[in-house]
């Protein structure tokens, strides 16, 4: 279905924790589209467990990236510059909120922990697109990941609605002002997936069980889901959208 769709394309995916992460279902579905793929790990920690996906994308880039380190964004792209010379997409599925901030109330959000959940999870977005730009000469994509706390109170998503709202703002500010240059972005917002990232979350089987139930197909995404539509953004065949959220739920967000 996807094969050859992204045939002499190249991109970064930066957020794979492991097989089981939306950013490996990403990578794993732009692969088999024809693209090649970069991907990059957090830590040491966390460089055996997305060492795996590495190898079965056959990955020519794989970098560390802890976007709260200096220089190791500037690392990757220059790494990406050696090797390719141009980008055609980046994907950035990258979030994240200390505990307590994330499991307790907004209104009891620390000044320290919302600017770490903002540069994480959102300004992120905007260093790897400024690294990017230079290197999309004749056009592309960047892509990020939401979800519907965003634009609804979801129980116990708590800080990370306003964090990801502003991420959604971000996106539409970026694709307005990279539009004259062909550059697009999008943001995908999936439903409640079974992720690591998705666990810290309190009460996430709860939020899952709501989800699949409320949801008109009711059935819960995958990360092939996501994947896919991944691949649809990134094709020529998606070259006149730009600025969007683009919902993999199942129908969830539609629901009253």
């Given at each position: 279905m996807l094969e050859?769709?992204?045939?002499g394309k190249?991109?970064?995916v930066?957020?794979?924790?492991?097989?089981?992460?939306i950013?490996a279902g990403?990578?794993t579905a732009?692969?088999?589209a024809?693209a090649e793929v970069?991907?990059?790990y957090?830590d040491?920690?966390?460089?055996p467990?997305?060492a795996?996906?590495?190898a079965?994308l056959?990955?020519?880039?794989?970098?560390p990236?802890?976007?709260?380190?200096?220089?190791?964004m500037?690392?990757?792209?220059?790494?990406?510059?050696?090797?390719?010379g141009?980008?055609?997409?980046?994907i950035?599925?990258i979030?994240f909120?200390p505990?307590?901030?994330?499991h307790?109330?907004v209104?009891?959000?620390?000044k320290a922990g919302?600017?770490?959940?903002?540069?994480?999870?959102v300004h992120?977005?905007i260093?790897?697109?400024?690294l990017?730009v230079?290197?999309?000469?004749?056009g592309?994509?960047i892509l990020?990941m939401?979800?519907?706390?965003?634009?609804k109170?979801?129980?116990?998503?708590?800080?990370?609605g306003?964090?990801k709202?502003a991420?959604e703002?971000?996106?539409?500010?970026?694709?307005a002002e990279l539009g004259p240059k062909?550059i697009r972005?999008?943001?995908?917002?999936?439903g409640p997936l079974?992720t690591?990232?998705g666990s810290?979350?309190?009460?996430f089987?709860?939020?899952?069980?709501?989800a699949q139930?409320?949801?008109?197909?009711?059935?819960?995404?995958t990360i092939e889901?996501?994947?896919?539509?991944a691949?649809?953004l990134i094709?020529?065949?998606?070259?006149?959208v730009?600025?969007?959220?683009a919902?993999?739920?199942g129908?969830y967000?539609?629901?009253a």
């Amino acid at each position: 279905m996807l094969e050859n769709l992204l045939k002499g394309k190249r991109g970064l995916v930066v957020g794979v924790a492991n097989e089981h992460s939306i950013a490996a279902g990403c990578a794993t579905a732009l692969r088999a589209a024809g693209a090649e793929v970069a991907i990059t790990y957090a830590d040491d920690r966390a460089k055996p467990y997305v060492a795996p996906v590495a190898a079965q994308l056959d990955t020519p880039i794989f970098l560390p990236l802890d976007v709260e380190i200096d220089g190791q964004m500037e690392a990757v792209f220059a790494a990406i510059q050696r090797e390719w010379g141009q980008l055609d997409f980046v994907i950035h599925s990258i979030a994240f909120c200390p505990k307590d901030d994330l499991h307790g109330p907004v209104s009891a959000c620390s000044k320290a922990g919302f600017a770490r959940a903002m540069d994480i999870s959102v300004h992120s977005l905007i260093r790897l697109t400024r690294l990017a730009v230079p290197m999309m000469p004749k056009g592309g994509t960047i892509l990020t990941m939401s979800y519907y706390g965003a634009e609804k109170v979801v129980d116990n998503y708590n800080i990370m609605g306003p964090v990801k709202a502003a991420l959604e703002g971000t996106v539409r500010y970026l694709a307005a002002e990279l539009g004259p240059k062909q550059i697009r972005v999008n943001a995908i917002s999936p439903g409640p997936l079974r992720t690591r990232a998705g666990s810290g979350i309190a009460h996430f089987d709860a939020l899952i069980d709501a989800a699949q139930k409320r949801a008109p197909e009711q059935t819960l995404v995958t990360i092939e889901d996501v994947g896919h539509m991944a691949v649809g953004l990134i094709s020529d065949l998606s070259s006149k959208v730009t600025g969007n959220i683009a919902y993999v739920d199942g129908g969830y967000h539609v629901q009253a």
